[in-house]
């Protein structure tokens, strides 16, 4: 099993561009989510989905699009960069049978935006 | 709302001293669940440990030891002899079992320095 996977690793944008990072799961995982990094505050929630065809809001939703097609893919959309989007991506899935469950994550995609 | 606090943002040890990470946690919920990722220099996420809310027993594993007090609402991480590659931040983070959404809410993270 490859687990999490992201692309790309490393992004540069300019102000305004649209980009989608990509996330796959092979693990049949049902819920997956995505995080982004800043210094000093952790990692905060985007967006997260408990299944193909659902998705919701996270913590800091604004600028970020996201749908869920299938079960092993999970990919988020910037329509239009800004520079405070600037961050590290963490994407995440793990097993719904079992609220104990564990959350794998990805190696993460770091974003500059210009 | 549920919020977890590392109050702790850098701490810098010698080699073999132990070091005590802190994490207090915030939760309406009676079932939750508490973990500790570790994030090395490289980036990525390490799992170090779960602990459900009924669970109060303490963890030793290793080097590592984790304490786990509801009365003070305090997940704190224990490192024994800590060493250089002990160097990273550590992250505490919660998820509520009530919201059904099954993502974490993070603390701010506590970078640990290790100096030789």
């Known amino acids: 099993n490859a687990g999490v996977t992201q692309t790309p690793k490393f992004q540069v944008l300019k102000t305004g561009q649209s980009m989608t990072l990509q996330c796959a799961q092979d693990m049949n995982h049902e819920y997956m989510s995505w995080y982004r990094q800043d210094p000093g505050m952790g990692l905060r929630l985007i967006h997260y989905s408990v299944g193909a065809g659902i998705t919701d809001q996270g913590e800091v939703p604004n600028g970020y699009n996201v749908s869920r097609s299938t079960t092993e893919d999970f990919p988020l959309r910037l329509l239009s960069a800004a520079p405070s989007q600037t961050s590290v991506y963490f994407c995440?899935?793990?097993?719904?049978?079992?609220?104990?469950?564990?959350?794998?994550f990805g190696p993460g995609t770091r974003l500059t935006v210009l | 709302a549920q919020k977890v606090t590392q109050a702790q943002t850098e701490i810098s040890v010698v080699e073999k001293e132990d070091v005590t990470l802190d994490c207090v946690y915030e939760t309406r919920d009676t079932t939750y669940y508490l973990f500790w990722y570790k994030q090395p220099p490289s980036g990525e996420l390490v799992f170090l440990i779960r602990r459900n809310s009924f669970d109060e027993q303490n963890e030793i594993s290793g080097r590592y030891s984790w304490n786990f007090q509801k009365s003070t609402s305090s997940f704190n991480f224990t490192i024994t002899a800590s060493q250089v590659v002990d160097s990273a931040v550590y992250f505490c983070a919660l998820s509520e079992a009530g919201t059904g959404r099954r993502a974490l809410t993070f603390g701010s993270g506590t970078r640990l320095q290790v100096q030789p």
């Open positions: 995440a899935s793990r097993s719904g049978t079992g609220i104990y469950n564990e959350q794998f």
